[in-house]
């Protein structure tokens, strides 16, 4: 069954398989990015474990934090580089973001940002190489695929299982949301994220705010494109960023709706905000020494 011949119910269960203590247990497989988008992905993978469900993870062998600390079943592929090397590589990747706005976009296409998403992509190479742990991804009879947007090849996993995907973002860089939900977001009225337009802008600004949608709609398919390449590859057919992510079930947005512009949403667009604001220990008290003059 095709992603798009999906029953009208299915994202209603998904939703509850992430959301319900009450819905019948479930498999859930875990496609992460590593870095800080796995610490907050990590408190709802810990949270379903908790009520049941049980969750596979997919991570490379050479990661930071991912696969760690959790009770869950964690399957490795190898890689074709080291923790070093790729250390190395995102130490080039974040120094280029201590420049101005207007060369950090020219640095990120030409250099650091070509390196750095070419050596993210070709984790799900890697993956799909791995014909032992594809073949029990087939068998395994998952429910649904929990992904971060920032590294596609969760959505290509799921397309390639024939599985419902949920997003598990603050935000996206590019247009894949709109695109995604085919959710209405006019130019006119919606500022592009990181434009600094609001939401009254003059016709100078809309312009403007066009320029700066073309401009990162050609700066979107250029970072993405080993990622679309190697998908292409694993589905045996040609596809575009844009197809992967019209996939999409349920959006999870680590966001509140009254903290963005007015502008149209989705039934299948869901504002969790406040979920990185985890109950901690109270602080100790603090005595006030007073000094007399």
């Not at 810990?46 to 490379?60: A, M």
């Not at 390639?160 to 949920?166: D, E, G, H, T």
Request: hydrophobic fraction near 45%; include cysteine.
């Amino acid at each position: 069954m095709a992603p798009g011949d999906l029953p009208a119910s299915l994202p209603l269960y998904v939703c509850l398989l992430l959301a319900s203590g009450f819905a019948q247990a479930g498999r859930l497989l875990v496609v992460p990015m590593d870095g800080s988008q796995w610490f907050t992905m990590q408190s709802v993978v810990e949270k379903l474990i908790h009520r049941g469900h049980e969750v596979v993870t997919v991570v490379p062998e050479v990661s930071w934090q991912l696969g760690k600390s959790l009770n869950l079943t964690v399957k490795m592929y190898s890689t074709s580089h080291t923790l070093e090397q790729f250390n190395r590589k995102f130490k080039y990747f974040s120094d280029s973001q201590w420049i101005t706005p207007k060369q950090r976009w020219l640095y990120l296409k030409t250099n650091s940002g070509n390196v750095f998403f070419e050596l993210i992509s070709s984790h799900c190479r890697s993956l799909f190489n791995d014909k032992k742990l594809v073949e029990y991804l087939k068998q395994s009879s998952f429910d649904a695929v929990f992904l971060d947007p920032f590294d596609v090849c969760g959505l290509t996993v799921a397309k390639y299982l024939s599985l419902p995907s949920v997003v598990f973002s603050r935000y996206l860089l590019c247009h894949h949301l709109e695109v995604g939900t085919q959710c209405p977001s006019p130019l006119s009225y919606v500022p592009r994220l990181f434009s600094k337009f609001a939401d009254t802008m003059t016709f100078k600004e809309r312009v403007l705010n066009l320029v700066f949608y073309i401009e990162k709609w050609a700066f979107c398919n250029y970072i993405f494109k080993t990622a679309v390449e190697i998908a292409s590859e694993v589905l045996q057919t040609p596809v575009t960023v844009n197809d992967l992510f019209s996939q999409v079930s349920i959006w999870l947005l680590c966001t509140d709706f009254v903290l963005d512009f007015p502008r149209p949403v989705m039934p299948n667009m869901v504002f969790i905000g406040g979920i990185n604001c985890q109950q901690r220990k109270l602080i100790s008290k603090v005595h006030f020494l007073s000094f007399s003059t």
